[in-house]
């Protein structure tokens, strides 16, 4: 999948200097994306995506999401910290349940008065083979909105030790079908309302994969989005990707089209902020994009009741 026009530089390397160099690109395309006004999201009614300290990869401060929630007009957030399955990725056993729900309700307290909602949520790392664990977890510690997603572990052919190796020689449908297949299985598992950022295995394949090179090949997506449908999950619109290497949304516009061709009736938005100063970015964009595809509304759940947030004229 590579060929002499694609990128060269150390984004494709090995090792820490690969990944310091993927930080150093992607902390230039969040400057970027501040500067042409990615950053100025305001008056929207849900992020529905945040991480706070709770998470091993963040170093927001709840009350800072929230103080820049109600200064900016952002109803209504979820906080939905990580939690991992698997004893060698970094949110196994990082934060307890009793100590994300203590910071989520005890915030929802202070700043109800302030017109703010603030929903306890999580962000499950799906494995199939830990599937019936996650599942007894869920039951276990009940949350008001819950996320599944396929991250990149560390048995993983997309870490960036491997995957030039993994790419080699492989077919596209080949590169992306360890992703996919555990995507099709979150949604299949029903234990989720979400599943997140669908395709971000476009950030770890650069630059031996494109978005381009995805985004001709639409089939490779049916089967996901098919699950979803099927099992009426929804389909979450992450804005992450406009601040990383594929510079667009997890997934993209056609993609989030397509699932509404195909029947998807449930659509929903997340920042995926993991800085303060990532915080509703790249929204507005997302809004836009949903509307575009026909939703008036986006899908969550608040506890005990599934609910759709209108889109109203934010967009």
Same mark, same amino acid.
């Given at each position: 999948?590579?060929?002499?026009?694609?990128?060269?530089?150390?984004?494709?390397?090995?090792?820490?200097?690969?990944?310091?160099?993927?930080?150093?690109?992607?902390?230039?395309?969040? *400057?970027?994306? =501040?500067?042409? !006004?990615?950053?100025?999201?305001?008056?929207?009614?849900?992020?529905?995506?945040?991480?706070?300290?709770?998470? +091993?990869?963040?170093?927001?401060?709840?009350?800072?999401?929230?103080?820049?929630?109600? #200064?900016?007009?952002?109803?209504?957030?979820?906080?939905?910290?990580?939690?991992?399955?698997?004893?060698?990725?970094?949110?196994?056993?990082?934060?307890?349940?009793?100590?994300?729900?203590?910071?989520?309700?005890?915030?929802?307290?202070?700043?109800?008065?302030?017109?703010?909602?603030?929903?306890?949520?999580?962000?499950?790392?799906?494995?199939?083979?830990?599937?019936?664990?996650?599942?007894?977890?869920?039951?276990?510690?009940?949350?008001?909105?819950?996320?599944?997603?396929?991250? =990149?572990?560390?048995?993983? +052919?997309? *870490?960036?030790?491997?995957?030039?190796?993994?790419?080699?020689?492989?077919?596209?449908?080949?590169?992306?079908?360890?992703?996919?297949?555990?995507?099709? !299985?979150?949604?299949?598992?029903?234990?989720?309302?979400?599943?997140? /950022?669908?395709?971000?295995? *476009?950030?770890? $394949?650069?630059? /031996?994969?494109?978005?381009?090179?995805?985004?001709?090949?639409?089939?490779?997506?049916?089967?996901?989005?098919?699950?979803?449908? #099927?099992?009426?999950?929804?389909?979450?619109?992450?804005?992450?990707?406009?601040?990383?290497?594929?510079?667009?949304?997890?997934?993209?516009?056609?993609?989030?089209?397509?699932?509404?061709? $195909?029947? !998807?009736?449930?659509?929903?938005?997340?920042?995926?902020? /993991?800085?303060?100063?990532?915080?509703?970015?790249?929204?507005?964009?997302?809004?836009?994009?949903?509307?575009?595809?026909?939703?008036?509304?986006?899908?969550?759940?608040?506890?005990?009741?599934?609910?759709?947030?209108?889109?109203?004229?934010?967009?």
């Amino acid at each position: 999948m590579t060929d002499p026009a694609r990128p060269t530089n150390d984004v494709a390397g090995r090792g820490p200097s690969a990944r310091q160099a993927r930080a150093d690109t992607e902390h230039d395309i969040w *400057k970027a994306g =501040v500067a042409a !006004g990615l950053g100025d999201a305001r008056d929207l009614p849900l992020d529905a995506h945040l991480h706070t300290i709770r998470s +091993p990869d963040a170093n927001a401060m709840l009350e800072a999401y929230c103080a820049l929630a109600v #200064e900016r007009g952002i109803a209504e957030l979820a906080i939905t910290d990580h939690v991992d399955f698997d004893p060698s990725m970094p949110a196994y056993g990082f934060a307890s349940f009793a100590d994300r729900e203590r910071d989520v309700r005890e915030a929802g307290a202070r700043w109800a008065s302030r017109g703010l909602a603030i929903r306890f949520g999580v962000e499950v790392t799906y494995e199939r083979r830990y599937e019936e664990e996650i599942g007894g977890w869920l039951r276990r510690h009940p949350h008001d909105y819950v996320i599944g997603s396929v991250h =990149v572990s560390a048995a993983s +052919p997309y *870490k960036a030790s491997r995957v030039a190796a993994f790419v080699a020689g492989r077919s596209l449908p080949d590169i992306v079908a360890p992703y996919f297949d555990e995507v099709v !299985g979150a949604a299949r598992s029903g234990l989720f309302d979400t599943i997140g /950022h669908l395709d971000f295995v *476009k950030r770890y $394949l650069f630059p /031996h994969v494109l978005p381009a090179d995805l985004a001709a090949a639409p089939e490779l997506y049916e089967p996901v989005l098919a699950a979803l449908v #099927e099992t009426g999950t929804s389909l979450e619109v992450n804005v992450s990707g406009l601040r990383q290497l594929p510079r667009e949304t997890y997934p993209a516009a056609p993609i989030v089209e397509r699932y509404r061709d $195909l029947g !998807g009736a449930h659509v929903t938005i997340g920042s995926d902020a /993991h800085r303060t100063e990532w915080f509703a970015y790249g929204l507005v964009e997302a809004y836009r994009l949903v509307t575009a595809a026909g939703y008036d509304a986006l899908a969550f759940r608040r506890g005990d009741r599934r609910v759709t947030v209108p889109i109203g004229h934010s967009t």
